[in-house]
């Protein structure tokens, strides 16, 4: 596994997989496939040896975009994920595949190698926004927004709005950075597995604590 050089590293499904039920050696014999590094963008990097073809990130260009201009090519055990001729990844809401990704395969350019998620504060905030309704997770380190992604659930699913699914669009995910253009609600408790959970940014409630005190 890439874990150690890759930034999905913290909230990976696969790694929590690996974590839990994984041996230290492999069986596999075969030799396993690898893919030369396909440029997409520059907003979402493509690691196509970590790809584990789930279809998601396909499935969900379908629904926000007209043009997709990305899918499954060849069959069998040459299937990749791909684009057409090698066209860019280009949409208003591109950058939803790298949150439905459950592993390292589509991974944001703009946070690559800063940091690692468990070193960052995810933060509930908004912002008024004429593409999408604007309610995302940012990650701080300090007074600095290092990324931006979609709300999730305790199942890493994006969470829905007025009985929609909240996607954002890419210019809240990749060009605004800015503290200042964001109304910060407060800490993101994450609920899923994760390593990311372990560390409790929670506003300490002084009721619950006289609560535990007086019981004591």
């Not at 789930?54 to 899918?71: D, I, P, S």
């Not at 057409?84 to 190698?113: H, W």
């Not at 007074?143 to 890493?156: L, M």
Request: proline share 4%; with cysteine.
């Amino acid at each position: 596994l890439d874990c150690p050089v890759c930034d999905q590293a913290g909230e990976c499904h696969l790694q929590d997989l690996s974590f839990d039920h994984g041996g230290a050696g492999s069986r596999f014999k075969e030799e396993k496939r690898t893919f030369e590094p396909i440029d997409i963008g520059n907003k979402i990097k493509l690691h196509m040896n970590r790809c584990i073809l789930c279809y998601r990130c396909v499935k969900v260009a379908e629904q926000l975009t007209e043009k997709r201009v990305h899918g499954v090519l060849h069959r069998g055990e040459h299937a990749e994920i791909s684009t057409y001729i090698q066209k860019a990844v280009e949409s208003d809401f591109s950058g939803n595949m790298i949150d439905v990704c459950p592993v390292g395969a589509l991974t944001d350019r703009t946070f690559r190698f800063k940091s690692r998620v468990w070193f960052l504060k995810p933060m509930n905030a908004t912002r008024e926004c004429k593409k999408c309704p604007g309610h995302a997770t940012v990650w701080m380190f300090g007074e600095e927004i290092y990324r931006v992604t979609g709300r999730k659930d305790a199942y890493g699913e994006i969470e829905r709005l007025d009985g929609k699914t909240a996607w954002i669009c890419d210019d809240c995910r990749f060009e605004t950075k800015d503290p200042k253009q964001w109304n910060i609600e407060g800490p993101r408790k994450i609920n899923r597995h994760s390593v990311i959970s372990q560390n409790h940014y929670e506003i300490p409630n002084p009721l619950k604590t006289n609560v535990k005190k007086s019981l004591k």
